[in-house]
């Protein structure tokens, strides 16, 4: 149990263009949800903390209006990239806490992202 | 603030035994984490420690100090699937933050 997906697993986008990432939890219900950013070779940085149903919480120095976040329902969360450059390009990684479990995060699979 | 610091990188032996420390501020912080992140996948759960002491988990263990605001991640009879990067990471509130990770390397 406690699968979390995320669609699309790379994506290579023009510069300007925008990208929309999945997040999923496929087996149960996730209250929350955050979404990482990860360098190569670096930590994963929190971007944003995601509630269903309320805006999500952003990072200080992460641009909300760029990184639009939606968390539509208990299984689903979105995040896109609006207008990206070649310094978006990352890999990004959401993770899911479900509601009877108060600490433990699930990861998704990353989507990893390339802005020409 | 919350720093966490770990070693960068560090090498082992394949059937050895290495420990992993992970230091941090003592405020802040009422729990923490260990993940395994091999390269180009996303982290997998290791350990959660809330209370001072020893966790074990087969070939993996994890040890934590609030007082001291030390913690480490112990790694039993290593095997060459073990080579990659393990990140501890604190949590307040339910949110986490990730130290910089340690690339173990592990060889015949």
């Known amino acids: 149990g406690a699968v979390v997906s995320q669609h699309p697993s790379w994506v290579i986008c023009k510069s300007g263009t925008s990208v929309k990432i999945e997040c999923r939890s496929l087996?149960?219900?996730?209250?929350?949800m955050f979404w990482y950013r990860q360098f190569p070779k670096q930590s994963l940085m929190l971007m944003a903390t995601?509630?269903?149903?309320?805006?999500?919480?952003?990072e200080q120095g992460v641009e909300k209006d760029k990184f639009l976040i939606n968390h539509a329902s208990l299984t689903l969360s979105t995040l896109t990239v609006t207008s990206a450059h070649p310094e978006d390009s990352s890999f990004y990684i959401c993770?899911?806490?479900?509601?009877?479990?108060?600490?433990?995060?699930?990861f998704g699979p990353g989507t990893r992202l390339t802005v020409l | 603030g919350q720093n966490i610091d770990q070693p960068t990188e560090m090498t082992a032996t394949e059937g050895a035994i290495v420990q992993i420390n992970c230091t941090y501020q003592?405020?802040?912080?009422?729990?923490l984490f260990w993940y395994q992140q091999h390269a180009g996948e996303a982290p997998t759960f290791l350990s959660y420690?809330?209370?001072?002491g020893l966790e074990e988990k087969g070939r993996f263990s994890s040890f934590l100090s609030r007082s001291k605001g030390y913690s480490y991640l112990l790694l039993k009879e290593l095997q060459m699937k073990d080579s990659a990067s393990y990140f501890c990471?604190?949590?307040?509130?339910?949110?986490?933050?990730f130290g910089d990770g340690t690339t173990l390397t592990v060889k015949p």
């Open positions: 993770s899911a806490r479900a509601a009877d479990r108060d600490y433990e995060q699930f």
């Open positions: 420690n809330v209370l001072d």
């Open positions: 990471a604190g949590t307040n509130a339910g949110k986490s933050t």
């Open positions: 995601s509630n269903e149903g309320s805006k999500a919480t952003y």
């Open positions: 003592t405020s802040g912080f009422n729990g």
């Open positions: 087996d149960f219900q996730a209250t929350t």
